[in-house]
């Protein structure tokens, strides 16, 4: 988005690392959509080699964000647009990884409305937009995202960089997903999963869910 604020391309602990592919599976998207927008407009933000780029799970967020806000019809100009002024005004370079109902100061739902509708041809109700998936983020007491939930009404598949480098994990637990989903595809039953791994069957249940959903 080319409105850094202190940000490093290098991986941090606690991070995570998301390669193209793992950001298309987490957020259920087109593979070609991410690498086209990444390329894009968070070429700043990656870290690694050409043709192997990666990034951070705020600049997850903020894709997820940016992808929200298209696909409800704002053009990739005013998203960078807002995307410059709420990175300057809240003084953050992941603005969008951001708690965006408000920072104290501004309601950000309105600030970002403000820029979108002053240069668009009708009103858009950005709360109305974003306000549905909100609810797949945890902030923490800062007001940052911390963590993403990319199963529809469940929150036992958990995204978080503290765990596996940010690889989906069974919610509290640090077993990723992708070893109960091969074991699965391996031939192995939900029960046997559960007892082997001392888990919940709606946890085995929801990871083998998700597993099918990112193959």
């Known amino acids: 988005m080319n409105s850094k604020t202190g940000t490093n391309n290098t991986p941090k602990l606690g991070e995570g690392i998301f390669l193209m592919k793992d950001v298309a599976n987490i957020l259920n998207l087109p593979y070609s959509k991410v690498r086209i927008g990444m390329n894009e407009f968070w070429e700043d933000y990656t870290f690694g080699e050409k043709g192997n780029k990666a990034v951070n799970f705020y600049t997850l967020i903020e894709f997820y964000t940016f992808y929200q806000l298209r696909a409800k019809g704002i053009s990739s100009q005013m998203i960078k647009k807002a995307h410059q002024r709420i990175a300057k005004d809240l003084n953050t370079p992941y603005p969008f990884a951001r708690n965006i109902r408000t920072d104290g100061k501004h309601i950000w739902f ?106």
């Not at 609810?135 to 009404?153: G, H, S, V």
């Open 110 to 215: 309105d600030f970002l409305e403000d820029i979108v509708n002053a240069d668009g041809k009708q009103q858009i109700s950005i709360k109305s937009i974003l306000l549905p998936f909100l609810k797949k983020i945890e902030f923490n007491e800062a007001d940052i995202a911390n963590r993403y939930f990319p199963l529809q009404n469940s929150k036992k598949v958990v995204v978080d960089p503290k765990y596996q480098f940010g690889q989906p994990t069974i919610t509290g637990t640090g077993i990723k997903v992708e070893t109960i989903g091969k074991l699965y595809k391996g031939g192995e039953s939900q029960k046997n999963i559960a007892s082997l791994y001392d888990l919940r069957s709606a946890e085995v249940r929801d990871a083998i869910a998700y597993y099918k959903q990112s193959a």
